[in-house]
């Protein structure tokens, strides 16, 4: 008889490093990395067939502070590498930690191809609106007007929307969630891993030290209500308590919020989410306040064939490549170039 081995089910205490975590205290990225380990252990996940790769910033600490594989690559970069990986072993489960400067200026470029080539794993963008590894200066995401060490006078720019960034790009599974609610982002993780395709996660993280409270116009407590739009599929696009939602504007497409029970207003009226609508997610990721509130949760789920794929019918299949990395750089053709005479 062939004994079968028990599967272990992992605690997210299983998916604890045992180096010192080092972020500022108050830092926002605690409670990421507690929920990521709490969705990590939820959805089954192994340590030895986890990878996590990063870039550079504070959010890029990443891989150090999980027990499980991990590559800390260069700045902006964490997507191309992470897109190899996935190619390579397509049986591991990849995910990438990246902030709003990281993956948004110089590593820009990358986050749009995984984005658009829909690479099969979980893109967590760490937005603080701000370098924070780096001493304060503003980044991609930075409002019009921050004062900064790089901008003493404050920013002339336009700040990029990372949500509708993603969707631009052509990501299929685009969500937003809060640092320190812990109970939202756990299950917004665990929505992302089961999306086959890239699943991009814009994360609102304080900064304690060099923007703090940057969030706080929908993150306090005395505005949540007011200033926080969870979205559910199928579900009415309702906020404060239920007693305001949104509905498309009489003769136009943008959206509004209005109060049930005034100016004839009904439960009716209030727009059910739809979270295969790209139109719709693109209107909700671009809500801010103080006019409307902020939407958050899965803004859009619409899946689609991703990479990596099987080979198309017809394709050329590489052969193997030799285990010495001499030998496959000698693969194929070569040229040998000789020096011209009294060159």
Same mark, same amino acid.
């Given at each position: 008889?062939?004994?079968?081995? /028990?599967?272990?089910?992992?605690?997210?205490?299983?998916?604890?490093?045992?180096?010192?975590?080092?972020?500022?205290?108050?830092?926002?990225?605690?409670?990421?990395?507690?929920?990521?380990?709490?969705?990590?252990?939820?959805?089954?996940?192994? /340590?030895?067939?986890?990878?996590?790769?990063?870039?550079?910033?504070?959010?890029?600490?990443? /891989?150090?502070?999980?027990?499980?594989?991990?590559?800390?690559?260069?700045?902006?970069?964490? /997507?191309?590498?992470?897109?190899?990986?996935k190619?390579?072993?397509?049986?591991?489960?990849?995910?990438?930690?990246?902030?709003?400067?990281?993956?948004?200026?110089?590593?820009?470029?990358?986050?749009?191809?995984?984005?658009?080539?829909?690479?099969?794993?979980?893109?967590?963008?760490? +937005?603080?609106?701000?370098?924070?590894?780096?001493?304060?200066?503003?980044?991609?995401?930075?409002?019009?007007?921050?004062?900064? #060490?790089?901008?003493?006078?404050?920013?002339?720019?336009?700040?990029?929307?990372?949500?509708q960034?993603?969707?631009?790009?052509?990501?299929?599974?685009?969500?937003?969630?809060?640092?320190?609610?812990?109970?939202?982002?756990?299950?917004?993780?665990?929505?992302?891993?089961?999306h086959?395709?890239?699943?991009?996660?814009?994360?609102?993280? +304080?900064?304690?030290?060099?923007?703090?409270n940057?969030?706080?116009?929908?993150?306090?407590?005395?505005?949540?209500?007011?200033?926080?739009?969870?979205?559910?599929?199928?579900?009415?696009?309702?906020?404060? +308590?239920?007693?305001?939602?949104?509905?498309?504007? #009489?003769?136009?497409?943008?959206?509004?919020?209005?109060?049930?029970?005034?100016?004839?207003i009904?439960?009716?009226?209030?727009?059910?989410?739809?979270?295969?609508?790209? #139109?719709?997610?693109?209107?909700?990721?671009a809500?801010?306040?103080?006019?409307? #509130?902020?939407?958050?949760?899965?803004?859009?789920?619409?899946?689609?064939?991703?990479?990596p794929?099987?080979?198309?019918?017809?394709?050329?299949?590489?052969?193997?490549?030799?285990?010495?990395?001499?030998?496959?750089?000698?693969?194929?053709?070569?040229?040998?170039i000789?020096?011209?005479?009294?060159?």
């Amino acid at each position: 008889m062939t004994a079968v081995t /028990p599967q272990v089910a992992f605690v997210p205490k299983d998916f604890a490093s045992d180096q010192e975590v080092r972020w500022c205290p108050g830092c926002g990225d605690y409670a990421i990395l507690k929920a990521t380990q709490k969705a990590l252990a939820d959805v089954g996940a192994t /340590p030895d067939s986890t990878v996590f790769v990063s870039g550079i910033g504070c959010s890029s600490r990443f /891989p150090y502070y999980l027990a499980t594989y991990g590559f800390h690559t260069i700045h902006g970069r964490a /997507p191309a590498v992470a897109t190899g990986v996935k190619l390579a072993r397509p049986d591991l489960d990849v995910w990438i930690a990246t902030g709003d400067g990281d993956g948004l200026s110089i590593g820009g470029n990358h986050l749009l191809h995984v984005l658009r080539r829909n690479v099969d794993l979980q893109i967590l963008l760490f +937005n603080n609106e701000i370098y924070g590894l780096t001493k304060g200066q503003y980044s991609p995401t930075s409002h019009r007007g921050t004062h900064s #060490p790089s901008s003493p006078r404050g920013t002339q720019e336009e700040p990029v929307s990372p949500a509708q960034f993603a969707l631009g790009a052509g990501g299929r599974f685009v969500a937003r969630a809060i640092d320190t609610q812990q109970k939202p982002l756990v299950e917004i993780l665990k929505a992302a891993h089961a999306h086959r395709g890239a699943s991009f996660i814009e994360i609102f993280q +304080n900064c304690v030290v060099y923007n703090d409270n940057a969030f706080a116009t929908f993150t306090e407590r005395a505005v949540a209500a007011e200033m926080q739009l969870w979205v559910a599929h199928g579900k009415p696009l309702l906020f404060a +308590n239920g007693a305001r939602g949104l509905r498309l504007k #009489p003769g136009t497409l943008t959206l509004e919020a209005v109060t049930i029970g005034e100016a004839g207003i009904t439960a009716e009226d209030i727009l059910v989410h739809d979270q295969t609508s790209k #139109p719709l997610a693109l209107m909700l990721a671009a809500l801010e306040p103080p006019a409307m #509130p902020v939407a958050l949760g899965v803004l859009y789920c619409n899946p689609t064939a991703c990479l990596p794929m099987a080979p198309a019918e017809g394709a050329i299949v590489l052969p193997a490549l030799p285990q010495r990395i001499d030998a496959a750089l000698r693969l194929g053709d070569t040229w040998t170039i000789e020096p011209r005479a009294g060159g």
